[in-house]
């Protein structure tokens, strides 16, 4: 089992930045390629980028390119999601997740989920 607690969600203002933070325990982190995900009100929940078990590999999706950047601290079993240049159209909750299998944007191949953190962007 491994456990996920994501933080740093919150309110703020459009153009303005946040860092999540998801820090694992249990199992050993570095075994485990990382995804981050959002869920707006009313919609599905949708990929927003993934990063390798090494750190040495991401991918993003199309709507987060060039404003997002994922990273990992193996040591502190933690990964990032650094939130530059926000919109409102990225308000949502946020979740991590851990895959034991391979960097993928595909949520059914992830097997360990957080509770998720409420970012809200104002307008």
């Known amino acids: 089992q491994v456990q996920l607690v994501e933080s740093g969600g919150g309110l703020v203002q459009a153009g303005g930045s946040l860092r999540l933070s998801c820090e694992a325990s249990?199992?050993?982190?570095?075994?485990?390629?990382m995804g981050w995900f959002r869920q707006a009100p009313g919609k599905e929940r949708k990929f927003v980028g993934a990063i390798s078990w090494s750190g040495g590999s991401t991918y993003y999706a199309d709507s987060v390119k060039g404003r997002f950047t994922i990273s990992r601290d193996n040591a502190k079993n933690t990964v990032y999601l650094q939130m530059n240049s926000l919109k409102p159209e990225d308000t949502a909750v946020y979740y991590c997740?851990?895959?034991?299998?391979?960097?993928?944007?595909?949520?059914?191949?992830?097997?360990?989920w957080g509770q998720g953190t409420q970012v809200t962007v104002s307008s």
């Open positions: 997740a851990a895959s034991v299998t391979f960097m993928t944007r595909e949520r059914d191949q992830y097997d360990y």
């Open positions: 249990g199992r050993t982190f570095s075994n485990y390629a």
